[in-house]
């Protein structure tokens, strides 16, 4: 498994956007997919969106046409840009492979208020 470490997270105004930042030990070229997880106050982890090798990518239905998942396998990097930003959004982030196989890094905490 890579260790993951996540970024870029903050406090946001609804409708307002933020990229997210995941790097990772070591290569992730190995993990065909890739994605986002988040995990509110009092709720279970959900994922959010995730991307394979060859760029195709899927979201959970409540972030569809507002985020996007890329990555960058030279960099080891994946990345989440979050636009239009609702208060249902706010949870910490973690990044991993889908599915789970690695352990989860500290995540980024992302908050949606005004």
């Known amino acids: 498994q890579v260790q993951l470490v996540e970024s870029g997270g903050g406090l946001v105004q609804p409708g307002g956007s933020l990229r997210l930042s995941c790097a990772a030990s070591?290569?992730?070229?190995?993990?065909?997919?890739m994605g986002w997880y988040r995990q509110a106050p009092g709720k279970q982890r959900e994922w959010v969106a995730g991307?394979?090798?060859?760029?195709?990518?899927n979201y959970v239905d409540s972030v569809k046409g507002r985020f996007l998942v890329g990555r960058d396998n030279a960099k080891n990097t994946v990345y989440l840009q979050m636009n239009s930003l609702k208060p249902e959004d706010t949870a910490l982030y973690y990044c991993?492979?889908?599915?789970?196989?690695?352990?989860w890094g500290q995540g980024t905490q992302v908050t949606v208020s005004s």
């Open positions: 991307i394979n090798n060859s760029g195709g990518t």
């Open positions: 991993n492979s889908v599915p789970p196989v690695n352990s």
């Open positions: 070591g290569s992730i070229s190995r993990l065909y997919i």
